[in-house]
């Protein structure tokens, strides 16, 4: 049994330690320290330092791309697709999106240095957070599809003989799950996508092997908007160098009932059982509020109660200090709930 924290916000080396000792105390045995564009500039050193306290207090450690060039989750800007705008996904309605494109060779060589910095922090592994073409979560109002770059209509049209079609009207719906058709794509312009996030999470954690055998890849799957984030569970399960399947059931950020926690299990089984590999399953520690304080000490149970045997919840003292995400009872549920329920699994 595993139990895991995000931690993020804090780079003060003391200040870290205490909160690793808290973490220890806490029942967790691992951190997902985010790893940003900023800090991985300016910051280096001091993640060296970082995660060499957590280990001397006994946490494994993974290393998260937060918000690098916006392909990965986190609210963490990146300065890359600023220098180099010419990264940038394009979406149907011809609208230049804020994030890179995977299928330019810039973004990938940017990874690789991004991965040789990671790597130096010698952590147990990189947890590939929630990887996804552009969503309109900055909300720039345009919820179409990408990519329709230069870049990916030339690799589109080198593989179907076709150009790449796209829209030229805004898309106006918020989600569409379910539903490509409204899109107007056709199956091989969904399969284009699926590719280029496929080929371009093998290339990055193949990399992160040949500089380090021993690191393990986490791959975390958005577990909404799979369609439009272009994700292909199977064939990213596929990949040799993908070690550990992750995704998360916040149920409460799409207003769901509690059972999507049993849903989503269901889900990463299905296909953590195909390529025989193990399993994490993330619980939302943000933005509870009072009347669902208790609930996730009852979401922890049920995942535990569905075979789940490595949990991780995001973040640390359930976000207290990010107002954006705030929680009415972070202190009951980080000092009471997750300390009492991590135990359980312990």
Not at 197 to 217: G, H, R
Request: hydrophobic fraction near 35%; charged fraction near 25%; include cysteine.
């Amino acid at each position: 049994m595993k139990t895991c924290v995000s931690y993020f916000g804090n780079k003060i080396p003391s200040h870290a330690k205490e909160d690793f000792i808290n973490i220890k105390e806490h029942n967790c045995d691992s951190i997902i320290l985010t790893f940003s564009e900023e800090d991985a500039m300016y910051y280096h050193k001091t993640f060296i330092k970082i995660t060499e306290i957590a280990h001397e207090i006994g946490l494994e450690v993974y290393i998260d791309p937060w918000g690098v060039a916006r392909i990965f989750a986190g609210e963490a800007f990146s300065n890359f697709i600023n220098l180099h705008p010419q990264t940038r996904q394009v979406l149907q309605t011809n609208r230049s999106a804020p994030a890179a494109c995977p299928n330019n060779h810039k973004t990938v060589e940017f990874f690789k240095e991004w991965i040789d910095k990671a790597l130096e922090c010698k952590p147990e592994g990189i947890f590939w957070d929630e990887p996804h073409l552009y969503l309109d979560w900055e909300g720039i109002g345009d919820n179409s599809l990408a990519c329709f770059c230069e870049v990916c209509q030339e690799k589109f049209y080198s593989k179907y003989k076709y150009p790449l079609p796209k829209r030229t009207f805004k898309i106006s719906d918020n989600i569409s799950e379910k539903n490509l058709a409204i899109y107007e794509i056709t199956p091989e312009v969904q399969q284009f996508r699926y590719d280029t996030m496929t080929d371009f999470l093998s290339t990055l954690t193949k990399y992160a092997k040949s500089k380090y055998k021993n690191i393990k890849n986490i791959v975390c799957f958005l577990s909404t908007f799979d369609e439009k984030a272009a994700t292909d569970w199977n064939s990213i399960a596929a990949i040799p160098e993908v070690d550990i399947l992750s995704t998360s059931a916040y149920y409460l950020l799409g207003n769901r009932p509690i059972s999507y926690i049993t849903q989503t299990v269901q889900k990463i089984f299905s296909v953590a059982d195909k390529y025989n590999k193990p399993v994490q399953l993330w619980i939302q520690l943000f933005g509870i509020p009072k009347e669902k304080t208790e609930e996730v000490r009852t979401a922890i149970q049920i995942a535990k109660d569905a075979g789940i045997k490595n949990i991780a919840v995001w973040g640390y003292k359930a976000c207290e200090y990010m107002s954006h995400f705030s929680t009415d009872e972070p202190q009951k549920i980080w000092d009471t709930i997750v300390k009492e329920e991590f135990k359980k699994f312990l």
